[in-house]
């Protein structure tokens, strides 16, 4: 796939994202050069036509079985595939569109699967030679949740090694020498590239906004807790999240919120309805100068501006510490904590990773021999005050909420790095998942002929909130 910005087509066919690389605005003739990738699927824009009888979900499939039979050689996005189980599962959702009864608004979606969440019926690898092959013969509660609620569940996608250690083969669909970010890699590289309009992924620090920034697709990281973690291989008990990564803010919302209403998660809140909450403008965003700023590139900062100049051109007020000497205050406390969250992460780490290491020695990967490492030299007391530290700042967050719809920033810092080693900088990210709060990376800008997002942040538990403000930005400016 070329290492550019693709054409928009003169007809968008069935299931494709409308293109719309340059919008304008009626009121302020402000206009915005987004992001624009003509192979992103959803199923949500197919799905009219399966009611109307005009597609079947067993020809959606076909359709992304297509692109990953041309495309994942060179992309590796996938581990393995259940084609049989696929078509099946499509038949039989085609059958009941057929009736007229289909099982639920994921009914027949295409999905793929994060290779540390666990499938009945394919490996559990985890990008780990103790894992090869290893089946744990039930699905995890998300994966079962969609079986139950009739999506199609395609394969496996590759992740770096337990999501949080060496990296995996997959490539950045726009330029095979650069990295697709981790851990999420696969998930984000089989949307970008139209194999599928749906992927599971985790984060625990940035694997799931980052690898959508890089890839050009929507990520959508939900409040701690929101989606069920059962059965999915931990790294932090109070810093995993499991989310989603696609191609339209629409199948994100009806994915997230089927497995929330399915199984629901203990002691935790719902994502209600099958479609995304309804746009909502917001009075105010705040935008964080937080040190990510300083990894930047000259032209990423340039056009993150001309965003917010968009932004306000449309009636949006954006703060920033230039205006509100107390959002730098907040943006010191957010940079002082956020390295924190590394910290809270080896200490949670040590099980099962130390019983790894003690095990299999060097068969681990050096980065996770060294979070270990830093978790058995941390004390109860140290976990203790990080964990103190981080409810007083989600506090100071929560109630800048109250004075600003919600923040705004970069999802990462700038286009995907080169080299597939490293998979970028976890700066931008790692506040809402040190935090556990929502945030949606949005594809909006283009820099040098590679996607990046922004990424919009909001307080715990305002997961319809977040989302009804991503659903005006993304209608106003891509």
Same mark, same amino acid.
């Given at each position: 796939?070329?290492? $550019?910005? *693709? ?11 409308? #293109? ?29 036509? +399966? ?6 979900? *067993? ?12 495309? /994942? ?10 084609? !049989? ?10 059958? *009941? ?20 969440? &666990?499938?009945? /019926? ?46 995996? #083969?997959?490539?950045? #669909? ?5 990295? #697709? ?23 625990? @620090?940035?694997? @799931? ?49 089927? @497995? ?46 001309? $965003?917010?100049?968009?932004? &306000? ?10 205006? /509100?000497?107390?959002?730098? !205050? %907040? &943006?010191?406390? %957010? ?9 809270? $992460? ?41 964990? !103190?530290?981080? *409810? ?12 600003? /719809? ?11 790095? %080169? ?20 945030? +949606? ?38």
């Amino acid at each position: 796939m070329p290492n $550019v910005r *693709r054409p928009a087509p003169t007809s968008v066919p069935p299931g494709r994202v409308a #293109p719309d690389s340059l919008k304008e605005s009626h009121s302020t003739g402000q206009r915005v050069k987004v992001w624009h990738n003509s192979d992103l699927l959803s199923f949500s824009h197919a799905l009219p036509d +399966f009611t109307a009888g005009k597609s079947t979900p *067993r020809e959606f499939l076909e359709q992304c079985l297509d692109a990953i039979a041309a495309r /994942d050689k060179r992309v590796k996005a996938f581990v393995t595939l259940n084609l !049989v189980g696929a078509r099946k599962s499509a038949d039989a959702a085609t059958k *009941r569109y057929e009736s007229g009864k289909p099982l639920s608004p994921v009914d027949g979606c295409p999905i793929a699967v994060k290779d540390i969440i &666990e499938t009945a /019926d394919m490996p559990t690898g985890m990008n780990s030679s103790l894992f090869k092959g290893w089946r744990s013969k039930h699905d995890a509660a998300c994966v079962f949740a969609l079986r139950c609620s009739g999506a199609v569940i395609i394969g496996k996608t590759v992740t770096t090694e337990f999501a949080i250690g060496r990296s995996g #083969p997959t490539t950045n #669909p726009f330029d095979v020498k650069r990295t #697709p970010g981790g851990s999420s890699s696969g998930s984000a590289a089989a949307v970008a590239c139209g194999m599928v309009p749906v992927a599971l992924g985790t984060q625990t @620090i940035g694997s @799931i906004l980052r690898p959508a920034s890089y890839c050009g697709t929507i990520g959508f990281k939900p409040t701690a807790g929101t989606l069920h973690m059962g059965g999915i291989h931990p790294i932090s008990a109070t810093c995993d999240h499991l989310g989603i990564i696609a191609g339209s803010l629409e199948d994100t919302w009806r994915v997230a919120s089927q @497995i929330s209403l399915t199984l629901g998660s203990p002691g935790n809140q719902f994502l209600p309805g099958a479609v995304p909450p309804a746009p909502r403008k917001p009075r105010k965003l705040a935008r964080l100068y937080t040190r990510g700023w300083l990894e930047l590139d000259r032209e990423t900062r340039e056009i993150f501006n001309e $965003v917010l100049a968009a932004l &306000e051109a449309r009636g949006v007020k954006i703060e920033s510490r230039e205006h /509100d000497p107390e959002l730098s !205050v %907040l &943006e010191d406390e %957010l940079d002082g904590g956020v390295a924190d969250g590394l910290a809270i $992460v080896a200490y949670e780490m040590k099980w099962p990773y130390g019983e790894y290491v003690a095990r299999f020695g060097r068969q681990i990967g050096p980065r996770i021999r060294e979070l270990v490492s830093r978790g058995y030299e941390m004390t109860q007391a140290d976990y203790k005050r990080l964990l !103190v530290n981080r *409810r007083r700042i989600q506090s100071l967050v929560q109630k800048w909420s109250s004075s600003c /719809d919600v923040f705004i920033t970069l999802a990462a810092s700038g286009p995907a790095k %080169l080299g597939l080693s490293h998979t970028g900088s976890r700066t931008f990210p790692a506040y809402s998942s040190w935090l556990g709060f929502p945030a +949606f990376t949005l594809p909006l800008m283009e820099v040098n002929g590679l996607p990046v997002g922004i990424q919009l942040l909001g307080a715990g538990g305002a997961d319809a909130e977040l989302c009804a403000i991503a659903n005006w930005v993304m209608r106003e400016l891509g």
